[in-house]
């Protein structure tokens, strides 16, 4: 097949190509050229015709808590007062402890068909529910299979249940990363949550398990200012070089938020290769501040882009990282258009190890995505990248291709009933939510 847009971008790094499209063969992108030289190279290929569009890599989602939709509009008596009561008073005790099988299913079913909406082809998700142990993992990625996303699923094993509960945790892990195949589009991750809730022997224990496995391991680090306070209490140093002293940092650790961190932590994290996704959005809502993501950019940490769960659309996700910078630094030339679309691409896919994934070139995956670019002013090769993070949205997006697999035409998501899909979802929001 050949799709023939009115432009691609191959990657942010380079100028947009007017009139360039490509030629998707099985799972891979077997060439780009000008569409001219397309039709008449492969003239008894299918072909896509795509005007007014522009062809871009699929985003990469580097951080979701799918679950997390659940949450939106739960009655509570009052907004928690920080990140600290958010966890103890509000999202441990009414969203995670009470989730189960059938409620983590319903919603990663809605959330896949609004990630692919969105332009997401790959994601990596994040699962605490300490009392839906054994088989989550294996339960959820049979809803993930049927939409055919690129996916990482992990549990966020926790000793703040109790240890046993720690271990189970683990041990879902372990036995989900065995049974999957990681030439497929669907593969696992090690996790642990924090060192506030992980002692330091779990932690190692899960390092390891990781390094034996071949795999990430992931941790939430320093999202507020509770972990580094107490960080400092317990161990007399913050959250990340305490990680060094474990032994952890380096570039098999997946580090996100890293909001309240200081300038020595963004050179260890450099130095070491730790990654980093970065959740713009969700770290406002919990209060938890701005990450430092310019500074991680500028000394050379790997950095992805995440929605946290908190806003399905990757677009605003996008914006938050466009706008939220410059008004932190009070400069608009901090994170460029072309950044936010690397860390929405490549440097998500990089973050979270998947290879050739998160850009248009020949021989790389066919995760692609077509936007509709019918604005009310010139679109150009100068200003194409900030006319789309600043007006486009989901409902723009007009074709998902996952490993050259169609999976949104004509602006529907092939597969989607949006009525079911919100009755289910709404019948587990309103389980959990009478039980809270």
């Known amino acids: 097949m050949i799709?023939?847009?009115?432009?691609?971008i191959t990657t942010p790094h380079e100028t947009p190509k007017k009139g360039w499209g490509v030629r998707v063969v099985g799972d891979h992108i077997a060439d780009v050229a000008p569409n001219t030289e397309l039709r008449v190279?492969?003239?008894?290929?299918?072909?896509?015709?795509?005007?007014?569009?522009?062809?871009?890599?699929?985003?990469?989602?580097?951080?979701?808590?799918?679950?997390?939709?659940?949450?939106?509009?739960?009655?509570?008596?009052?907004?928690p007062s920080g990140f600290w009561p958010f966890l103890e008073e509000f999202w441990w005790p009414l969203v995670e402890d009470r989730l189960d099988h059938a409620m983590i299913n319903a919603a990663t079913d809605y959330r896949c068909?609004?990630?692919?909406?969105?332009?997401?082809?790959?994601?990596?998700?994040?699962?605490?529910?300490?009392?839906?142990?054994?088989?989550?993992?294996?339960?959820?990625?049979?809803?993930?299979?049927?939409w055919g996303l690129r996916g990482i699923l992990s549990f966020e094993a926790t000793q703040r249940?109790?240890?046993?509960?720690?271990?189970?945790?683990?041990?879902?892990?372990?036995?989900?990363v065995l049974a999957s195949n990681h030439s497929s589009r669907l593969s696992g991750m090690?996790?642990?949550?924090?060192?506030?809730?992980?002692?330091?022997?779990?932690?190692?224990?899960?390092?390891?398990?990781?390094?034996?496995?071949?795999?990430?391991?992931?941790?939430h680090v320093s999202e507020g200012t509770y972990e580094p306070e107490q960080a400092i209490h317990n161990y007399g140093m913050r959250t990340l070089p305490y990680y060094d002293q474990l032994g952890i940092a380096g570039e098999g650790f997946l580090a996100s938020q890293c909001v309240q961190i200081e300038p020595e932590e963004?050179?260890?994290?450099?130095?070491?290769?730790?990654?980093?996704?970065?959740?713009?959005?969700?770290?406002?809502e919990v209060g938890g501040g701005?990450?430092?993501?310019?500074?991680?950019?500028?000394?050379?940490?790997?950095?992805?882009?995440?929605?946290?769960?908190y806003v399905d659309d990757f677009f605003e996700?996008?914006?938050?990282?466009?706008l939220i910078h410059k008004a932190k630094h009070q400069n608009p030339q901090v994170m460029p258009a072309y950044q936010v679309w690397y860390l929405a691409t490549e440097g998500g896919a990089k973050a979270l190890g998947l290879e050739k994934v998160g850009r248009i070139e020949t021989g790389w995956q066919a995760d692609l995505q077509l936007i509709n670019v019918d604005l009310p002013t010139p679109v150009e090769e100068h200003n194409l990248l900030e006319q789309l993070l600043l007006y486009r949205n989901a409902e723009n997006v007009s074709g998902v291709l996952v490993a050259g697999e169609m999976k949104v035409k004509d602006g529907e998501v092939l597969n989607a009933d949006w009525n079911q899909l919100r009755e289910h979802t709404r019948e587990a929001a309103t389980r959990l939510w009478s039980e809270a």
């Open 3 to 8: 799709i023939l847009p009115q432009w691609t």
């Open 266 to 284: 963004i050179a260890l994290m450099a130095e070491s290769g730790v990654r980093m996704t970065h959740m713009p959005l969700s770290n406002c």
């Open 317 to 322: 996700v996008m914006r938050g990282a466009f």
């Open 161 to 176: 249940v109790s240890g046993e509960n720690g271990l189970l945790g683990l041990q879902e892990n372990v036995d989900f």
């Open 190 to 219: 090690i996790c642990h949550h924090t060192t506030f809730t992980c002692s330091a022997d779990f932690i190692r224990q899960a390092h390891g398990i990781a390094q034996d496995l071949g795999v990430l391991l992931h941790a």
């Open 113 to 146: 068909a609004t990630m692919l909406k969105s332009g997401v082809t790959a994601f990596y998700d994040c699962t605490e529910a300490p009392n839906a142990l054994p088989g989550c993992l294996f339960s959820q990625a049979e809803v993930v299979r049927k």
């Open 290 to 309: 701005i990450a430092p993501v310019p500074e991680l950019v500028a000394a050379g940490v790997t950095v992805g882009l995440g929605s946290d769960g």
């Open 41 to 79: 190279k492969y003239m008894d290929d299918e072909v896509w015709e795509a005007p007014n569009q522009v062809l871009a890599p699929g985003f990469v989602n580097g951080h979701t808590h799918l679950y997390g939709v659940l949450a939106h509009g739960i009655p509570l008596q009052k907004a």
